[in-house]
């Protein structure tokens, strides 16, 4: 077995274990992805390896590189008396400063420009793209086509008169690199295959590779390596949104070459062990998808019990596998979000039946409604349609009541957008965006923006929010990012994308808040989109059905969901500990092998 083979057998809890942090969203249109930390460094660490001279042994039989890079000169030589290249540039001699390592045996120094050929790609006007072959078109690939092999099920065809020399047209084993793109994927390279089926060429965002005489997979290897795609990014010039990698900056790359034999078996090398890789990572995710369908299940079981006893049997059953379901940012997110419908559903807390039922509790929220109505307040909203059987998703327990969202808060809106000139950013009334509801909480140190208390008192009373009130976003995606407002300010205001609800004492912001953060009221809404995004509107918001508990029942609920919430974050908290111990790990690891 190679070295790096057992590096890799010998640590493959640390290579499968070293995952990324998850990025997750609430709402819809939300995703979830990650990756497996350890294994991306491992790729990166085979391609180091390879290119160091540490992933095959070396053959004292093997010709030289030396002799290698004369055959190299003396055929771009016959190249450019053919007239078939131009003549370079000579590039300036590999400094002793620019020697990263100690080649091996039978390896030698070169500049990239000097082992391979560059062919910037062809421009043409916008107007003469098209997605049809036609005749006296011709194919043309873009970056989007360059992904980690040639994508060519999505190409642009362009008139055969724009490419005016023969070199621009791809060939069997080119190497193409995306010359102009954002700075994550400029430098990015894909191998064109041995066969072509059509005339090909490519775009002024692109440039092709075309080594002499030395394999084309190990110069991708090269190109692929942290090292070198850190220094092409960071040569690139960089505009607004666009890096750009010229000639001048390519050209002198600094290249390790090995014998032409040492070449065709690192590339064989690189295959196998990255293969093994794939196996490593198609293992882990099939793991992970088993993981996250049975804690899927085992949870739904909860939500779905019939009885307080049903319930019972289904969390001790959880329970007894705690500790080896709830093992990763998913299943920790899933749990919370349980929690979340079994609080609203009334099965997280027992009931108690000396509490007042939640019907009482409504009259006092309809006395105190009129009395505020009575005294000028707020205005009287029109009286909102009775919740059909159809739109209520679960049965309630005991003494809770379904009510519509209008008949617990004073009456609801959006907000709306003053001039320009009503804004100020030291002073005056805090005015919310949709980016300042971050974590289910206000977060308006965020791009902070006032609007002139003037402006407010006399054009905005209609959107005039108070503290303990929620806000929530109604344009997305995503939709429903909630929170109660801060009492950092007496008053605010707020954008059209948000809509506020003023609760009715003395029901519980917090309840209703934990209402929210469950989000399943979303499924069951009609969404108005425009321009790509989804809305709901104020009258659909006024209409979200609510099952309202007791008030007792409300603050035990909310009390219990934040002990368990806690005890959520503390358990995420281990586990991205944990996680970042990993890596840490794959990156001893991989320096002590790089080294």
Not at 221 to 241: G, K, Y
Request: glycine share 6%; net charge negative; proline share 6%.
């Amino acid at each position: 077995m190679s070295a790096i083979q057992q590096l890799l057998t010998d640590h493959i809890d640390i290579w499968t274990a070293a995952e990324t942090e998850k990025r997750s969203g609430r709402g819809r249109a939300s995703g979830n992805a990650g990756s497996v930390y350890g294994i991306k460094k491992l790729r990166e660490l085979i391609l180091e390896l390879a290119v160091r001279g540490k992933l095959v042994p070396q053959d004292a039989n093997d010709e030289p590189a030396c002799e290698l890079l004369k055959g190299i000169q003396a055929k771009k030589a016959k190249l450019i008396a053919e007239g078939k290249i131009k003549k370079d540039k000579p590039l300036a001699a590999i400094t002793e400063d620019e020697k990263p390592f100690e080649l091996p045996k039978g390896w030698a120094y070169s500049r990239l420009g000097d082992a391979v050929e560059i062919i910037r790609g062809i421009t043409f006007p916008g107007s003469e793209k098209s997605k049809v072959p036609e005749i006296g078109r011709v194919a043309c690939l873009r970056t989007t086509n360059v992904q980690d092999q040639i994508e060519w099920d999505d190409l642009l065809y362009i008139g055969e008169e724009f490419v005016s020399r023969e070199d621009q047209y791809l060939m069997p084993r080119d190497i193409v690199m995306s010359m102009a793109n954002s700075r994550e994927l400029v430098g990015k390279v894909a191998l064109v295959g041995e066969v072509i089926d059509q005339q090909t060429s490519f775009g002024g965002f692109l440039g092709v590779l075309r080594p002499f005489l030395i394999e084309p997979r190990f110069v991708m290897a090269l190109l692929r390596t942290p090292h070198t795609r850190e220094e092409l990014i960071d040569s690139a010039s960089q505009t607004t949104n666009i890096a750009n990698i010229s000639l001048a900056k390519l050209k002198p790359l600094f290249f390790a070459i090995p014998p032409l034999a040492e070449q065709h078996r690192i590339v064989a090398k690189v295959d196998e062990l990255m293969a093994l890789c794939d196996q490593l990572e198609n293992q882990h995710s099939n793991a992970a998808e088993a993981h996250e369908k049975l804690v899927s299940h085992l949870l739904g079981t909860l939500t779905q019990s019939q009885s307080a006893e049903d319930f019972s049997v289904n969390w001790q059953r959880i329970a007894a596998h705690f500790d080896t379901l709830f093992t990763t940012d998913f299943s920790i997110d899933a749990l919370k979000q349980t929690l979340l419908q079994l609080a609203v559903m009334g099965k997280l807390v027992p009931q108690d039946a000396n509490d007042e039922p939640a019907s009482e509790l409504l009259k006092r929220i309809q006395a105190e409604k009129a009395k505020l109505i009575a005294e000028g307040k707020i205005k009287k909203d029109k009286p909102l349609t009775p919740i059909t059987d159809d739109e209520k998703p679960f049965e309630l327990p005991k003494n809770w009541l379904w009510v519509r969202m209008g008949d617990i808060c004073r009456p609801i809106s959006s907000g709306s957008t003053p001039p320009a000139e009503s804004f100020q950013y030291e002073d005056g009334i805090p005015y919310l965006k949709v980016y300042n509801i971050k974590n289910q909480e206000v977060d308006f140190d965020y791009k902070k923006q006032f609007v002139d208390e003037s402006y407010h008192a006399t054009k905005l009373k209609r959107s005039v929010i108070y503290p303990g009130e929620l806000i929530m976003n109604i344009v997305g995606p995503p939709l429903g990012k909630v929170a109660i407002v801060p009492s950092s300010h007496p008053e605010w205001n707020c954008n059209q994308a948000i809509v506020f609800f003023g609760l009715i004492k003395p029901m519980s912001p917090h309840y209703v808040l934990d209402f929210l953060k469950e989000g399943s009221f979303l499924n069951d809404i009609e969404l108005i989109g425009t321009a790509g995004q989804d809305n709901i509107s104020v009258t659909k918001s006024k209409n979200i059905p609510v099952p309202i508990p007791p008030l007792a029942e409300q603050h035990r609920i909310v009390t219990k969901v934040d002990e368990l919430m806690a005890l959520c974050d503390q358990l995420k908290s281990r586990i991205t500990d944990a996680s970042r111990l990993q890596q840490k790990l794959a990156d001893v690891l991989v320096g002590q092998a790089v080294a």
